[in-house]
């Protein structure tokens, strides 16, 4: 068997959400300083049955896509929609993300930052249309103030009582949402579906301003994609689940 071969088995073998850097694929195929010849076979595949993009960097960032560095969004949207969690920039700061329609990933970001497990996750969206997808109804009352808002980086609080959904809203019954103005995570949402994000850093603790300082709290368990500085600040938060709206954070 061919060294192409045998990447190509290894990587059609890596289960949704899950991912191994060049380097773990080149030393299970028995070459383990070909991790570069491992990148470059990668970035010729063309074949869907073999996800190439669930392979990183050995650093753990998440590299190029295709051949083409410009791709990792795309890359980690791919990641993210299969269940993986990584550290990507958001339209305010760097943010932890998971897909927020996976419960199981959910949990996992509770834990890796260390998350009071009684306060939901921030959903980033990339259409009003996504609401449906929690059940959460527009009426007359909201949708002009939503529209005051969105797209922006304001993170409105809306009602969400469906008890499918308990794992987001922590029994909250509500759950903030918000719909980022910034194309390159609109981009990334619109191949991930929603998002969960919380800013990416352990609780109580400095927002990681850029991947150095993320790998400082999550190590090798994410993967990252690394757009640099980020200075941001948290987003603006307003409750809109009664009238007037209620600014509970600027």
């Known amino acids: 068997m ?17 991912f191994l850097t060049y380097k773990k694929v080149a030393k299970l195929a028995g070459q383990p300083l070909a991790y570069r010849a491992v990148a470059n076979i990668l970035a010729r595949n063309r074949d869907t049955q073999i996800p190439c993009h669930r392979v990183i960097k050995s650093d753990n960032l998440i590299g190029g896509y295709f051949g083409s560095e410009k791709l990792g969004w795309k890359k980690s949207a791919l990641l993210l929609k299969e269940g993986a969690i990584g550290v990507i920039p958001t339209d305010t700061v760097y943010g ?12 996992k970001v509770y ?26 109804k527009i009426n007359k009352q909201i949708e002009k103030p939503l529209s005051r808002f969105w797209p922006g980086k304001t993170s409105v609080i809306l009602k969400c009582s469906n008890h499918k959904f308990s794992y987001l809203h922590r029994g909250t019954k509500t759950l903030a949402f918000r719909l980022p103005k910034q194309q390159k995570i609109l981009k990334i949402l619109s191949l991930s579906g929603p998002l969960v994000a919380p800013s990416a850093n352990w609780e109580g603790y400095k927002l990681a301003k850029n991947i150095a300082s993320a790998k400082k709290y999550f190590g090798n368990k994410v993967f990252y994609l690394n757009y640099g500085e980020i200075s941001g600040k948290p987003s603006t938060v307003i409750d809109l689940t009664g009238l007037p709206p209620k600014i509970l954070r600027r």
């Open 111 to 136: 834990a890796l930052k260390k998350r009071d497990p009684q306060k939901p996750f921030i959903v980033l969206i990339n259409s009003l249309e996504d609401l449906k997808l929690f059940g959460v």
């Open 96 to 107: 932890i993300c998971a897909p927020a329609l996976n419960k199981k990933s959910v949990e």
């Open 2 to 18: 061919s060294l192409q071969q045998k990447i190509h088995k290894i990587v059609s073998q890596i289960p949704d959400g899950k």
